[in-house]
């Protein structure tokens, strides 16, 4: 563009200052690198409260060196689509150089939640979780597996069983004798002192209305998976 400023007093001669080249030109992108995750091992069980060992290799697939350093987030996830609501595992930092056509590889212990009951459940390994490098590409930045099913936290369950009343008559004022058991219904033993309350209801189902007659403490005991306590 000749006079571009404007400084040349031109009449109406402005229309011929601009020429475009006669061929157009081709501008190519810088080569940049691309990082890619791949799980490579996971546990064959998946027991929520526990530690679990898993691995994955991260390979730049780019064009140009990755320089370090980034970090790869291991999550655990509902649905197998990284979001907010995901359990981050892991941060493991890795803070070398990565050549194009070369890949590193981690191998680490995640300690899984807590979880009481369980259900199915997604790995996710997504590389370089804060955009630390320029790469050509984030869509191959997360690598999933699963679903696979997470086994619940064992615990102890105590199960109320179906009581019996004697004596009589049953009338309000009489004494009366209950009976029923305690079964331990979880998978770890209960080791504990607890209380047992007994209710007086309209219904099966309680309700903050029901009368309690009466406490019976345990005192402490040791009640096995399967076991009963009258």
Known sequence: VADALDAVEEGSGDADNARATLDPIVIEAAPRPDLTPTITATPSAWQAGSNVQVSWRVDNVGAATAAGPWSDGVYLSLDGALSGDDLQLRLQPFSLALAPGSNYARSVSVELPTDYSGGSRFLIVRTDVNAAVAQSGTAADV??????????????????????????????GSPITV????????????????????????????????????????????????????
């Open 143 to 172: 690598a999933i597996f699963g679903p696979f099913d997470l086994l619940p936290t064992p615990a102890p369950d105590l199960a109320a069983g179906a009581g019996s009343v004697s004596g009589g008559p049953l009338v309000f």
């Open 179 to 230: 009976s029923w058991t305690d079964t331990n219904v979880g998978n770890l033993p209960v080791n504990a002192a607890w209380t047992d309350v007994v209710f007086l209801a309209k219904s099966a189902t309680p309700a903050p209305q029901d009368a309690p007659l009466g406490l019976v403490s345990t005192g402490t005991v040791t009640l096995a998976p399967g076991a009963s306590l009258a």
